[in-house]
């Protein structure tokens, strides 16, 4: 009886054990394939396409000595794109994470609730009404993403009279700007000439095709910063994750916290959209697919992983593989692609929603 005692616990701690250990091991596995993939896709588009280099030459380049050609294509052009691909998609990714894990909900990305319009309308305005290009434009951007995101803000608070319901009218709020600022965009490019309107629509749908070594220094600077920014706000995240009662329970404050986590996830949104434009979906797509990798637990990392997967493959697919067989040598901005990739996925994503709710 004593050893049947002994035994009735012990399977129910092995079985928690071994499912956390599983966890881990399966989160591990994911992160490490996924930083594989992106080492393998950044060299990818640095040695191969429509100008390819060796491993040898390249690193012969790298050491600083000077081939013909290749030390402009590559150093100059082929290696910053690619830098900033991976920055732009580590950006993007962490911050549609940041905000469908804070709201729970998978339709509370950039690109879904206002702020990417937010930075293409103050974009365009800058580029239509006063001409500027540029960092201006890049300025422009991100101080158009904040303002329009801190509107979001409070008026989805103040609105607010149930507890709980903030995020759910957070996102109302933001989908009601954004159709605001999708029409200022369509009217402004109207109300101008053909060359400044060519300008404003290959900015707005998003391109590596302006990458340089200084773009990048700022995006690397700008990152530094949010990173760290991320890494002291992720305990209120999780906290939020569980809901604004539970996250009140643990010690959270629940309105100081989400504001905090929006600001940095609107400011990793807006230093990519700075540097390579409002490139669609990926902020959208980087969050439910890190999920479904990882079984439907959240990760910040990955979802980071994922975005930078997501804007390698496409700009190489964008700038070498379409020319080659679909457009007769014609590349295509990588946020040409991206926005190929994501609608499907959003009209999925809401089908099965849609689905599920019917089930339950």
């Not at 206002?114 to 309308?121: E, N, Q």
């Not at 900015?203 to 990173?227: E, F, P």
């Amino acid at each position: 009886m004593a050893g049947g005692l002994d035994d009735i616990p012990r399977p129910r701690r092995e079985t928690a054990v071994s499912g956390k250990a599983g966890r881990t091991s399966r989160r591990r596995a994911v992160l490490g394939t996924l930083a594989g993939a992106v080492v393998v896709l950044f060299f990818v588009n640095v040695l191969l396409g429509s100008y390819t280099v060796t491993i040898p030459d390249f690193v012969r380049l790298l050491a600083g000595e000077r081939i013909p050609g290749a030390s402009f294509i590559v150093m100059e052009h082929k290696l910053p794109r690619a830098v900033i691909g991976v920055l732009v998609g580590l950006a993007f990714g962490l911050s549609g994470s940041i905000f469908q894990t804070m709201l729970r909900n998978p339709l509370a990305s950039p690109d879904i609730i206002g702020i990417s319009y937010g930075a293409s309308a103050s974009a365009v305005t800058a580029i239509v009404v006063f001409g500027a290009a540029g960092l201006a434009v890049s300025a422009a951007a991100m101080a158009g993403a904040l303002v329009v995101a801190l509107g979001i803000f409070a008026l989805s608070h103040r609105s607010s009279t149930v507890p709980g319901a903030a995020g759910s009218r957070l996102i109302l709020v933001g989908i009601g700007f954004a159709a605001v600022l999708q029409a200022v965009v369509s009217y402004l490019l109207t109300r101008t000439d053909i060359r400044t309107a060519q300008g404003a629509l290959v900015w707005l749908n998003g391109s590596l095709n302006s990458s340089n070594w200084d773009r990048a220094v700022v995006l690397v600077a700008g990152l530094a910063v949010l990173l760290v920014a991320v890494a002291l706000l992720a305990r209120s995240l999780r906290g939020l994750e569980m809901g604004d009662d539970t996250a009140a329970a643990l010690g959270v404050r629940v309105a100081p916290a989400r504001l905090g986590l929006m600001v940095v996830a609107v400011l990793l949104a807006a230093v990519a959209t700075a540097a390579a434009g409002p490139v669609a979906f990926i902020a959208f797509l980087s969050g439910p697919i890190a999920r479904r990798l990882l079984g439907g637990a959240a990760s910040l990392p990955a979802a980071a992983l994922v975005g930078a997967v997501i804007v390698l493959a496409a700009d190489f697919a964008a700038a070498n593989l379409i020319p080659m067989y679909l457009t007769s040598g014609t590349s295509l901005p990588v946020g040409v692609v991206t926005g190929a990739l994501g609608a499907p996925f959003l009209l999925w994503l809401l089908v099965s929603t849609n689905r599920r709710g019917q089930g339950g």
